[in-house]
């Protein structure tokens, strides 16, 4: 395993003919750009919880911390680095909401469209009111009997138009809006098949154009290379260092290298709180202690607004943002482990927290 740390350093040369005054606002002004915080900070015990956890991972994974704009700390194998593809499995469901708060943007749709607008099947079996909304933050109410199937399986659809077509079929369960049953594809898939519409694209051309191409995911993709349908739930291959990406932009408040990518409005909207930990019917976790968004789960919030969330790809990795202490979180995976590991990500996120001197309050 092979380990780096990138520090922030402070140095300053002040000549012996400038006066006591000069000098000391030299210092002030370089004081006020860098955070105290980093230089007081130590990844020891972070390492070495890793370091003691990685047989639980299955030795080849990748870890990294991030500020949002230098890593903190880095773990990497010779043969499983930070460039390597993989499957991101769930993961991919918060790419695919940022996408649909894209369009939105772009006004090609509304969040708060009913799908019925784009798809009328829907009012002809009773689901007008389910809207894009209640899809990204898996609050349709539209039951979904497969809710524990393995990873990266689905009954074998020729398109994403397909499944749709399925899905508006199934029974209702409960008035949109009121609960959440995390699924791995009903309302993700649902909202991906809206946008294809909205915009007569294929999925994976029109999210590679939107998102991953302006963020520089270039190793990311949403082609099925084995030819099937198109899947926004879990169908994403990627690397750790694309989806760090995707987490600083979202540290950035929206910015790619100091360009927008999305308003400071449109991501307040997409981290907004929908449904509260009691309001989680279901959720792929041992013990739920989460909210929900769009497309991620909320670990902490403050009046509404998410201030850490993750989006767990349910075979071991975690890809985490906490947007308050101003880091990003990521596990990747090289294979599939069965299990969500959400106790070791969040026995994780505690230590890291410590390094920061940031009270963050949780509403």
């Known amino acids: 395993m092979v380990t780096r740390f990138r520090t922030v350093s402070l140095s300053f040369f002040c000549a012996r003919t400038c006066t006591n005054v000069i000098c000391g606002l030299i210092f002030l002004l370089l004081l006020q750009n860098i955070a105290p915080v980093n230089a007081q900070q130590d990844w020891t015990a972070v390492k070495a919880k890793m370091q003691a956890n990685t047989k639980e991972l299955d030795q080849e994974f990748v870890f990294l911390l991030s500020t949002a704009d230098s890593t903190l700390l880095l773990m990497e194998t010779k043969t499983f680095t930070t460039k390597s593809q993989v499957p991101i499995f769930v993961s991919s469901q918060w790419l695919t909401a940022a996408l649909l708060f894209k369009l939105a943007e772009e006004g090609k749709l509304s969040i708060d469209d009913p799908v019925q607008k784009y798809i009328p099947e829907f009012g002809k079996y009773f689901k007008g009111y389910i809207t894009i909304r209640h899809c990204l933050s898996h609050m349709t109410g539209i039951e979904q009997k497969e809710m524990n199937r393995p990873l990266g399986q689905r009954k074998n659809y020729t398109s994403l138009e397909e499944e749709v077509n399925d899905l508006v079929k199934l029974t209702i369960r409960a008035k949109p809006g009121t609960a959440c049953w995390f699924s791995q594809s009903v309302g993700i898939n649902i909202a991906g098949r809206v946008a294809e519409i909205a915009t007569k694209k294929k999925f994976d051309i029109l999210i590679k154009s939107k998102v991953l191409t302006p963020l520089g995911m270039r190793r990311t993709t949403f082609t099925d290379l084995g030819g099937g349908a198109l899947n926004p739930s879990e169908g994403a291959q990627s690397t750790a ?79 985490l943002v906490d947007r308050c202490r101003g880091y990003a979180y990521l596990v990747v995976t090289k294979n599939k482990l069965g299990e969500d590991k959400a106790d070791l990500h969040m026995e994780m996120k505690a230590l890291i927290d410590r390094q920061f001197a940031v009270r963050c309050k949780q509403q």
């Open 241 to 319: 260092e694309d989806y760090l990406k995707f987490l600083r932009m979202l540290l950035h408040n929206g910015k790619v290298n100091q360009q927008p990518f999305l308003s400071e409005t449109s991501v307040s909207a997409l981290l907004q709180l929908q449904a509260a930990a009691s309001q989680v019917a279901y959720a792929p976790f041992k013990r739920n202690q989460f909210g929900y968004a769009h497309g991620a789960w909320v670990i902490e919030s403050q009046n509404g607004l998410a201030t850490a969330l993750c989006a767990p790809g349910m075979q071991g990795g975690w890809a």
